[in-house]
């Protein structure tokens, strides 16, 4: 089922190296997050592994895991993000490709894992995101996947609280029925033979820096962020993928 919605997928096109440098934008709150989930999905992911992160946009997650030892692909749609992505690649090793999450170019069971992080909230058909990456994906291979869940709380600190506080941000960054209840994406994943077997709460930290921002409209350097318990609003986990279809 689609989801119409007016989310603002452009301003992506405009960050240029503020992907990696930026601090007056919301991009350096995802940074502050991949400073939390990159060793998070290092560290649940076999050695040496074939990795597809699908919007990877400027290649935080990317290049990040190459440098690590992986063999890993970025896709978006975005090519000027992933000419910025291409740049930053120290180790010159990451497949870049303009390519769309609902049809990716990819044979079945072509990946270790899969990677979706802030993507599944910036697309109307989340199911077919799930659909296509549970089709390339190994059997017993990984999706890992950070969304935000949909209720009044989500809706006043991811929305509301980032046009307030947080500097240039851009207008509908985030609408909110594009928001994903964990159960929902349970459901999505099991339709795909994806089992749930990881799920954490993701939020900032309480701490000055976090009120700073609050009261200056600044993003301090030392933000950070940290799993959690609850899932009220974002969240983050990995599913594995069948083995075969006797275990549906």
Known sequence: MERHSKINNDFYDELGIDWYSGENHPIALLRAENSVRIPWIAKNLPPASILLDIGCGGGLLTNALAKLGHTVTGIDISEKSLEVARAQDKTATVRYLTANAYSLPFPDNSFDAISAM?????VESPHLVIAEAARVLKPKGLFFFHTF???LLSYL??????????PNAPKNMHVYPLFIKPKELE?????YRLRISALHGFR???????????LRKQIPADLSFRFCRSLKTGYCGYARKRGSLSLL
Do not use: Y
Not at 157 to 166: A, Y
Not at 187 to 191: I, K
């Open 187 to 191: 459901e999505m994943c099991e339709t």
């Open 157 to 166: 600190l991811i929305i509301k609280g980032v046009d307030w506080f947080v």
């Open 204 to 214: 900032p930290v309480f701490s000055p820096s976090l009120f700073k921002m609050a």
């Open 149 to 151: 869940n949909r209720n």
């Open 118 to 122: 802030d993507l599944l909230e910036h």
